[in-house]
């Protein structure tokens, strides 16, 4: 039975956070500083607390992109943290992206303020923890330098109550955002072509895309007269999302299991990424350990048949995109 624990403080920034116990050997925090909840193993709630402020700022990156990718709750172990050192910051432009990103979600646009610093309300405190999560932010200093460059680039001004709002510039970049792509009914499929997979993806990947009324694109299914690399970039850029399988062939050499992976899907997943495209991963459960460990950090749709792969396949894309016309 769960048990919320009064006066208890986020363990990652120390600030104030709803906490649970008693699920799980853990805690289950809610924070604005991480812009929603993640659990976190009792046996490394500790360590959390005094990791450098840098690697507390990548913990944030990953617990935001988890929420991103379908999972409401992710779970913070050993593993998690000694991936930590290999996961690089955000650069820059990243960071300009995800704050667009950020002002979509919280339906930021005309008209509306963002509230980032000057009076200290329940607001500006929300404010600044949402972009502090999202942005890769590990002090005010670092805040600070964000908004003073979004408002050099001209994305943003400031009132005289130091309310931040979009200018011109910023609207349109955020209405590309949510352009041609969110009203898409195409989902994009990045997998291996292999025949071993050719029922996984009709009765799978296509019939879970389908029952939430998108339709299915895999390249190697259209006719084209172009360049192969040049017609994905433009399907995906047409795609309301990407689903992305790391299945891949497994060979025996010299008495070890050794994986081929398919380095195209993991540069379509990234392309899909750096566009603001959402994608969902998924891996058939005997691939599962072989997953590159920059994509592995992700919430994966972990797939035994073709009819387990769609029974979650279709609950995931519910879940993160939504069925078309909800």
């Known amino acids: 039975m769960a048990t919320a624990v009064p006066n208890q403080a986020d363990p990652i920034w120390g600030e104030v956070a709803q906490v649970t116990t008693g699920e799980f050997l853990g805690w289950t925090v ?22 450098p402020v840098e690697s507390k700022a990548k913990l944030t990156t990953w617990i935001v992109d988890q929420h991103r990718f379908g999972e409401p709750a992710p779970m913070i172990t050993s593993d998690i943290l000694e991936r930590l050192p290999d996961q690089h910051r955000l650069t820059y432009r990243q960071r300009v992206d995800r704050f667009f990103m950020m002002l979509k ?12 610093y000057g009076i200290q309300d329940q607001s500006t405190a929300r404010w600044q923890g949402r972009a502090s999560a999202w942005l890769d932010v590990a002090n005010s ?37 949510a352009s041609s792509a969110a009203e898409s009914n195409q989902a994009f499929v990045a997998m291996w072509f292999a025949s071993a997979l050719d029922v996984a993806f009709v009765d799978g990947f296509e019939s879970a895309i389908r ?16 360049k192969i690399d040049d017609e994905i970039i433009a399907e995906i850029r047409r795609s309301r999302f990407l689903v992305a399988d790391f299945t891949c062939e497994l060979i025996e050499h010299e008495q070890k299991v050794v994986p081929l992976p398919r380095g195209g899907v993991y540069y ?59």
Not at 105 to 116: D, F, N
């Open 30 to 51: 809610t924070s604005d500083r991480t812009d929603g909840a993640f659990r976190i193993a009792s046996s490394v709630i500790e360590q959390v607390s005094h990791l």
């Open 105 to 116: 979600k919280y339906q930021a646009g005309l008209g509306q303020h963002i509230r980032l």
């Open 141 to 177: 200093a670092e805040l600070s330098d964000l908004v003073a460059a979004l408002k050099d680039e001209g994305l943003l001004r400031e009132d005289t109550s130091n309310n931040l709002r979009l200018t011109s510039k910023g609207l349109e970049r955020l209405d590309s955002l």
């Open 211 to 226: 029952d939430n009324g998108y339709q299915a694109m895999r390249i190697d299914k259209k006719e084209h007269a172009n």
């Open 268 to 326: 379509e997943a990234g392309f899909a990424q750096g566009l603001g495209i959402p994608v969902i991963w998924t891996v058939r459960s005997d691939c599962i350990d072989y997953v590159h460990f920059d994509t592995r950090q992700y919430s994966h749709v972990v797939w035994d048949s073709p009819e387990d792969l769609r029974e979650k396949l279709r609950n995931r894309i519910g879940a993160v995109i939504g069925s078309r016309g909800s």
